[in-house]
């Protein structure tokens, strides 16, 4: 059993930053491509950022230049830095993460941090 913990999700104002972590634990062999979700209230689940084992990475267009996607293999640790906060940021962050194990790769989420950006 794999789980995925997210950390790091506050009420933030307008401008600000805000840093939130996943950690990946249990039973696996390696982490491989993790992304950062996102879901704001009467919206669907939408892809926020991706990142690669070997650190490629992909952003979509309306946090290009204000989101930092990067990881820890060492630690099983993905991170989200999130710069320049808009109201429309506001929402429920889920890590996503495809694990290693037995020959196999399966699909996990976490249970998501709330980040809140007041105006």
């Known amino acids: 059993q794999v789980q995925l913990v997210e950390s790091g999700g506050e009420l933030v104002q307008a401008g600000g930053y805000l840093r939130l972590s996943c950690a990946a634990s249990g039973t696996f062999v390696y982490v491989n491509i993790m992304d950062w979700y996102r879901q704001a209230p009467g919206n669907q689940r939408e892809l926020v950022a991706s990142i690669t084992r070997d650190g490629l990475t992909n952003y979509q267009d309306f946090v290009k230049g204000r989101f930092t996607i990067s990881r820890d293999n060492a630690e099983n640790t993905l991170y989200l830095e999130m710069d320049n906060l808009k109201p429309e940021d506001t929402g429920v962050y889920y890590c996503?993460?495809?694990?290693?194990?037995?020959?196999?790769?399966?699909?996990?989420w976490g249970q998501g941090t709330q980040v809140t950006v007041s105006s």
């Open positions: 996503n993460a495809d694990v290693a194990y037995d020959g196999n790769l399966k699909n996990y």
